[in-house]
């Protein structure tokens, strides 16, 4: 009589299978990794050469835990999203980082968000072209 034997699976496997999902590892570093990028880019174009001031760090400390609180929710999220909200989500967090930190640099407003606009659509429309390409 034959019986059903079960093959060995790497731990946490039959979990995401069930549809349950945890943060990894990786949930967590690269928002914060890009959130530590985008502080200090905040905090150097602000800086503009001269003395640091208190301002300006807590100025790169909002900025960068903002993007990452943002980016890890994102991330989160994401495969509840269909793939044309998904991508104008990752277009729209790339826009709006890009354009605030044109905006520290000294442009004018309509500058700024002609910049974030821009590359807001450029990465909507990259982001959709890959979930396109790469999903069911």
């Known amino acids: 009589?034959?019986?059903?034997?079960t093959t060995p699976t790497r731990p946490g496997t039959r979990d995401r299978a069930r549809g349950h999902h945890g943060p990894s590892a990786l949930a967590w570093a690269v928002p914060s990794a890009l959130g530590v990028i985008v502080g200090f880019w905040a905090f150097f174009i602000n800086r503009d050469g001269g003395a640091t001031t208190g301002g300006q760090i807590w100025l790169g400390i909002a900025s960068g835990v903002a993007?990452?609180?943002?980016?890890?929710?994102?991330?989160?999220?994401?495969?509840a999203l269909p793939r044309e909200l998904r991508a104008a989500a990752f277009g729209a967090l790339t826009?709006?980082?890009?354009?605030?930190?044109?905006?520290?640099?000294g442009n004018s407003v309509l500058e700024s968000s002609?910049?974030?606009?821009?590359?807001?659509a450029g990465m909507s429309?990259?982001?959709?072209?890959?979930?396109?390409?790469r999903e069911d």
């Open 67 to 79: 993007f990452a609180v943002l980016c890890h929710a994102l991330v989160r999220v994401r495969w």
């Open 95 to 105: 826009g709006a980082t890009v354009g605030f930190l044109s905006s520290l640099n």
């Open 125 to 133: 429309c990259v982001m959709f072209y890959l979930y396109y390409t």
């Open 1 to 5: 009589m034959a019986t059903h034997a």
């Open 114 to 120: 002609a910049i974030g606009l821009a590359l807001a």
